[in-house]
């Protein structure tokens, strides 16, 4: 049963960075497509990032690009989203998702299969 598991959520100021995690289990995961997906308050879930696991290609959402970075930990079994330059819009629930699948161009949630439970992230200003 695969099992994906985030942490390093918490509060934040503006500009500020945070890395969550992703600890994933259950098989191995050379042919997934790892995603971070989020949710504000009243609003729909949000594509954030994706990365193929075996040759480490990435896809952003244009909010995040250049300050969001997705990256992978193979010994740890672990997909990580750096966040740097934090704004109060980045504020939400985190979570992590992945697919069987080849493509990293997939930023939509019903094509993910497997969930996190979620982490959450409070940008302060």
């Known amino acids: 049963q695969v099992q994906l598991v985030e942490s390093g959520g918490g509060l934040v100021q503006v500009g500020g960075s945070l890395r969550l995690s992703c600890a994933a289990s259950?098989?191995?995961?050379?042919?997934?497509?790892m995603g971070w997906f989020r949710q504000a308050p009243g609003k729909e879930r949000e594509f954030v990032a994706a990365?193929?696991?075996?040759?480490?290609?990435?896809y952003y959402a244009d909010s995040v690009k250049g300050r969001f970075t997705i990256s992978r930990d193979n010994a740890k079994n672990t997909v990580y989203l750096q966040m740097n330059n934090l704004k109060p819009e980045d504020t939400g629930v985190y979570y992590c998702?992945?697919?069987?699948?080849?493509?990293?161009?997939?930023?939509?949630?019903?094509?993910?299969?497997?969930w996190g439970q979620g982490t959450q992230v409070t940008v302060s200003s």
């Open positions: 990365m193929r696991w075996i040759n480490n290609s990435t």
């Open positions: 259950g098989r191995t995961f050379s042919n997934y497509v």
């Open positions: 998702a992945g697919r069987l699948g080849y493509s990293v161009y997939v930023r939509t949630r019903s094509d993910y299969d497997t």
